[in-house]
């Protein structure tokens, strides 16, 4: 287990599509988050889930988004119906409990919207 | 609303020269200060914490409570130290980090 991994790293879509991505945390890392980065901007947090349980969403995360984690481990994110404001870089990140609110971050998935 | 602010896109200085990347905040209670890395071509990492009081690759940064800022120092900048830095912020025991817009750091040979 070298890190936090996601898959696509690049994603190329159409315009009202639907897309998926996958999110596998660091093993024994029990809680996992999702955020979105455009150019110029920082990481903007979407949603946070400890273990399977989504404790919390952004406003950013809007009725076409939603993000499961079933198991506790590996979490998917969703966006139906992608429009050209979607597209950005897809990013990512876990920690354990222990850690308080360190994050180690994955590479990111960067979405393209045509 | 906590937010973070980083007033340079952009700061160039030469190999030698002292580094001050500067991030101001703004939370109603007790805050936890980050500093976050991203060279080129490598992952989001986090370089420092306020709360541990390290220095991490020469660099420090200290939390002032009163100005509400947390700049990020360096006496010496190297070339590796070239890279975007993020300054975040979240609310003790508060899942949600909140991160600034990010600065780029140039170190000139």
């Known amino acids: 287990d070298t890190g936090v991994s996601q898959d696509p790293r690049h994603k190329i879509t159409k315009r009202g599509q639907n897309v998926t991505f996958r999110c596998d945390p660091i093993?024994?890392?029990?809680?996992l988050y999702w955020y979105r980065q455009t150019l110029g901007q920082g990481p903007e947090f979407l949603t946070y889930f400890q273990n399977e349980a989504q404790l919390e969403k952004s406003r950013l995360l809007s009725d076409r988004f939603s993000a499961e984690r079933p198991k506790g481990s590996f979490s998917t994110l969703e966006i139906q119906r992608t429009e050209q404001g979607d597209s950005a870089m897809y990013l990512c990140?876990?920690?354990?409990?222990?850690?308080?609110?360190?994050?180690?971050f994955g590479p990111g998935t960067r979405l393209t919207v045509l | 609303a906590q937010r973070v602010t980083q007033p340079e896109k952009l700061l160039s200085v030469f190999k030698g020269a002292p580094v001050e990347l500067k991030c101001n905040y703004s939370y109603s209670g007790s805050p936890e200060l980050f500093w976050y890395v991203q060279y080129s071509r490598q992952r989001l990492q986090l370089l420092l914490r306020h709360i541990s009081r390290e220095s991490i690759k020469g660099f420090t940064a200290d939390l002032n409570k009163g100005e509400t800022s947390f700049h990020l120092k360096k006496p010496f900048a190297q070339e590796e130290d070239s890279a975007m830095y993020y300054c975040a912020l979240s609310g003790r025991g508060y899942q949600k980090v909140t991160f600034g817009t990010g600065t780029k750091l140039q170190v000139i040979p």
């Open positions: 990140a876990s920690s354990p409990t222990a850690s308080g609110n360190e994050q180690f």
């Open positions: 093993s024994e890392h029990n809680r």
